[in-house]
């Protein structure tokens, strides 16, 4: 036995019973003190999240405040405190002086609009964009509100409101100009950007009007080719800070958005007359501005103008300067033009529809579509015009009347031919692949494309890539878009000619070609234009007009195409003078593909 084992069998039952208790009390002292330091080291780890927490709550530059049912400011931000004023020892406190909000021209004190809008509890967030919130008597300021409840536990009784409000004048007020012109030291495109919610949410505090007015310096290229970079660059600080001082006297903003340009953000316009009045100021001073002996220049600067709410919606503000400013520029120097939605509604939409073509053409959603060209004999098809086709996704289709005309305008036309140009050479070579009948495929070129003098060449290569006959392509032409002179167009064609391709002149007769012009130009096919054969069968001048041309064109050893052939009565008198092939709804109408190659079987 062991001395334990001599102990123990020699304890009585009292003794038993005493180290039974000290065991249990030991315990428990044990469990206590663990349980109570697990405890503390959750407290502390729910105080160091609820620091962090407010910590990102301060941090935040939106004002944001928790309130209980009775009001009490259970939390408030640093954003909040500055907002509202709040004192050191605003916790628990009932929000005293509750401010206003200005909803739907009426103002409501922000608590009860709270409960208004509590219609259950929920976590779904509502949102008030540009409302205006009174912090003084005197000071209303543009806001987002933003606003929810919150309850905690099972009873509904008890929630919390919780308010972030977006102080719309932050940008401006502590204003941060971050991003600046290297040249002249003023905010630039890029800050107007960051600045331009603010300026707009402007709107919702002023009866008055508020302006953007674009500003360029007309004739600076001209300026810095003759004076050199530095000493035109001296010519914009200087302009940059006369607006400057312009802009402390009338408390606007100016920014250099590039190179000539100048941007001035204008609040309190009592109308469109005083945004015109200060651009004309600024053009007056101009004519004193530069002076340099022996360069005869002096400078004018031009503006394109938008007003709210005259111009349009706000976000489109921006924009319309640039829209105001590209149509005065058609008018020459010196100008101020307003952009009123009344006069720019064309631009508007061809701007549009501009913005879309580049897209159109990457996704695919201009086709070429084919219609027959039939000869007279035989009613054979023997050739097909192509026509382009835009499936717009929201406008559906548009008319190629109404794009290529915008088109020609903006250049695009020219992406756009070589589009249709390599379209249909592939077709070609497919038909040839399958076998399908050979017949010769019209392309309509307009004259941008010629003007730019690299219109054979670009041919040429394609022809040389795809592996056509030229022979199997043909281009029709519109006569009399003098864009370069009739000896230069002659020289382009006959380049063309070379390649063995063939040329049409199109819409003959609409024109004011001149016969020495006609005998020139190397076409080998005449097309009689559609609006000549419309009354064709009732009005005889139309019919002595056209069996008059078919017999000059014939003369001059070309063949005749009539198009906009619609019934058989129209086939039967033109056939009778002498045409030699048609083309119109009466036989088919411009079809896709597939749908036209079925003729060629
Ligand atoms: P265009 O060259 O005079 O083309 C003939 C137009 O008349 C086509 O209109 C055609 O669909 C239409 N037409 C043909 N037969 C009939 C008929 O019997 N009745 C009626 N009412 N119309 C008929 P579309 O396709 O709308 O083209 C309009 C114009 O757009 C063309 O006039 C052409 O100047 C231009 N265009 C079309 N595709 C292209 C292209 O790929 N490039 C260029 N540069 N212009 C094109
Ligand atoms: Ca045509
Ligand atoms: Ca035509």
């Known amino acids: 036995m062991d001395k334990f084992e001599q102990m123990i069998s020699h304890m009585t039952q009292r003794e038993y019973l005493f180290i039974g208790l ?7 002292f044990f469990y206590k003190y663990f349980s109570v330091k697990r405890r503390n080291r959750h407290k502390e780890n729910m105080l160091k999240h609820l620091r962090i927490l407010q910590k990102s709550f301060d941090i935040s530059k939106d004002a944001m405040l928790i309130l209980s049912t009775k ?63 009174k912090v003084s008597d005197d000071d209303e300021i543009p806001i987002n509100l933003s606003m929810d409840t919150i309850s905690i536990g099972k009873s509904y009784t008890t929630y919390y409101k919780v308010i972030s409000i977006e102080d719309l004048r932050k940008e401006e007020g502590f204003l941060t100009i971050e991003s600046r012109h290297e040249l002249t030291d003023l905010p630039d495109m890029k800050q107007v950007f960051k600045d331009l919610p603010a300026f707009y949410s402007k709107v ?60 001035l953000t204008v609040t309190k316009l009592k109308s469109i007359d005083a945004a015109r009045k200060l651009v004309e100021d600024i053009q007056l001073e101009l004519v004193t501005f530069y002076k340099k002996e022996d360069v005869n220049l002096h400078l004018t600067v031009s503006a394109g103008i938008s007003i709210y709410p005259d111009s349009g919606p706000i976000r489109k503000l921006f924009d319309y300067t640039y829209k105001a400013l590209a149509k005065g520029e058609d008018q020459g120097d010196n100008r101020i033009t307003v952009f009123l939605p009344e006069e720019f509604a064309e631009t508007y939409d061809e701007l549009t529809l501009h913005n879309y073509m580049q897209r159109g053409l990457d996704k ?23 026509l382009i086709r835009w499936k717009h996704p929201q406008y559906g289709m548009i008319p190629p009347d109404v794009f290529i005309p915008l088109m020609e305008k903006t250049g695009f036309i020219i992406k756009l031919g070589q589009f249709v140009l390599e379209e249909v050479l592939k077709q070609q070579k497919r038909w040839e692949l399958f076998k399908f009948k050979q017949i010769e495929v019209s392309i309509n070129v307009s004259m941008v494309e010629i003007a730019t003098g690299e219109f054979a060449e670009y041919v040429e290569e394609k022809l040389i890539e795809h592996q056509v006959n030229p022979e199997i392509i043909k281009f029709e032409i519109t006569e009399g878009v003098a864009m370069i002179s009739e000896s230069e167009t002659v020289k382009y064609f006959i380049a063309l000619k070379k390649l063995g391709v ?13 016969f020495g012009y006609l005998k020139k130009f190397p076409a080998d096919t005449l097309k009689i234009d559609k609006s000549l054969v419309d009354y064709i069968l009732t009005n005889e001048d139309d019919q002595r007009i056209v069996k008059a041309m078919i017999e000059l064109g014939h003369t001059l050893g070309m063949k005749i195409i009539v198009e906009g052939i619609e019934n058989k009565k129209m086939v039967e008198i033109i056939a009778s003078y002498g045409c030699d092939y048609m083309q119109g709804y009466y036989f088919d109408k411009p079809l896709p593909v597939f749908e036209f190659q079925k003729l060629l079987r």
């Not at 916790?91 to 509590?118: A, C, H, S, Y």
């Not at 505090?205 to 007015?213: D, M």
């Not at 903003?253 to 100048?262: E, I």
């Open 204 to 263: 919702h505090l002023e009866k008055n009007k508020i302006a953007l007015i674009l500003l360029k310096l007309d004739n600076f290229t001209r300026l810095r080719s003759i004076v050199g970079y530095e000493e035109s660059n001296e010519v914009l600080k200087k302009f940059a800070k006369y607006l400057t001082g312009i802009a402390e006297d009338l408390n606007l903003s100016v920014y250099h958005t590039f190179d000539n340009h100048f941007l």
């Open 364 to 386: 695919g959603e201009f086709e070429v579509y084919y219609q027959p060209i039939i000869r007279v004999e035989n009613e054979e098809v023997i050739g097909a015009e192509a």
């Open 22 to 28: 000290s065991l249990l009390l030991i315990g428990f």
């Open 502 to 514: 063939g040329i049409s002149l199109d819409d003959f007769g609409t024109g004011y070609t001149s």
């Open 71 to 133: 009001n009490e400011v259970i939390y408030a931000n640093k954003s909040m405190i500055k907002l509202f004023n709040l004192d050191e020892n605003y916790l628990l406190k009932v929000l005293k002086n509750i401010p206003e909000i200005k909803v739907r021209n009426t103002w409501v004190v922000l608590d009860t609009f709270i409960g208004k809008n509590r219609t259950r509890l929920t976590d779904t967030l509502l949102t008030f964009p540009h409302i205006l919130l």
